[in-house]
T-cell receptor
Framework: DARVTQTPRHKVTEMGQEVTMRCQPI?????VFWYRQTMMQGLELLAY????????DSGMPKDRFSAEMPDATLATLKIQPSEPRDSAVYFC???????????FGPGTRLTVL | LAKTTQPISMDSYEGQEVNITCSHN???????ITWYQQFPSQGPRFIIQ???TKVTNEVASLFIPADRKSSTLSLPRVSLSDTAVYYC????????????FGSGTKLNVKP
């Protein structure tokens, strides 16, 4: 049963610290998405990769957020420095192509104090 | 850019058919409509996707009128386990435009 995995599942950190979230997409999927979910804003698309190339990261605050795919089995989302307003659940999703369904991971719940 | 509007919540009873409508008045020519289901503490799960007319799979149907300014997710004979939040998403993946999730509809299925 192939699944998207995300680590860590929970992260509590202090303002100003660097946070790195990792995602392992389903083997064979060539599209990867990062989302953020908060009670106030709902689900927001942060970044979108296809074949490891970033195609759209316009939803991401560029000054502190960065997203990469060092290889086909790993996607990372980094926040540096973190701020309390970054507290949210961050989801990674992968798919076979842009029009196909996306499979979501369990999310990383981030709390920035 | 298409933005979506959904009812905040809906109530239903087991065995009933539930229809959830999403409004997307500014939908673009190449935009697709996708619906996701989310349970508490889990990531969203794909339900169905369509472009126009009607799409049906093993769990739901999606009705899209000719003008495509709205879409309706139809869940036949809901059960208690269908209690969840349902999101409508409109966007064009192929052209990498901005995607918009609706604010979600909390469906509460009662026994």
């Amino acid at each position: 049963d192939a699944r998207v995995t995300q680590t860590p599942r929970h992260k509590v950190t202090e303002m100003g610290q660097e946070v790195t979230m990792r995602c392992q997409p389903i083997l064979g999927h060539n599209t990867v998405f990062w989302y953020r979910q908060t009670m106030m804003q709902g689900l927001e698309l942060l970044a979108y990769f296809r074949n490891r190339a970033p195609l759209d990261d316009s939803g991401m605050p560029k000054d502190r957020f960065s997203a990469e795919m060092p290889d086909a089995t790993l996607a990372t989302l980094k926040i540096q420095p973190s701020e309390p307003r970054d507290s949210a659940v961050y989801f990674c999703a992968s798919g076979r192509g842009p029009e196909d369904e996306q499979f979501f991971g369990p999310g990383t719940r981030l709390t920035v104090l | 850019l298409a933005k979506t509007t959904q009812p905040i919540s809906m109530d239903s009873y087991e065995g009933q058919e539930v229809n959830i409508t999403c409004s997307h008045n500014n939908i673009a020519t190449n935009d697709y409509i996708t619906w996701y289901q989310q349970f508490p503490s889990q990531g969203p799960r794909f339900i169905i996707q369509g472009y126009k007319t009607k799409v049906t799979n093993e769990v739901a149907s999606l009705f899209i009128p000719a003008d495509r300014k709205s879409s309706t997710l139809s869940l036949p004979r809901v059960s208690l386990s269908d209690t969840a939040v349902y999101y409508c998403l409109v966007g064009d993946w192929r052209n990498f435009n901005k995607f918009y999730f609706g604010s979600g509809t909390k469906l509460n299925v009662k026994p």
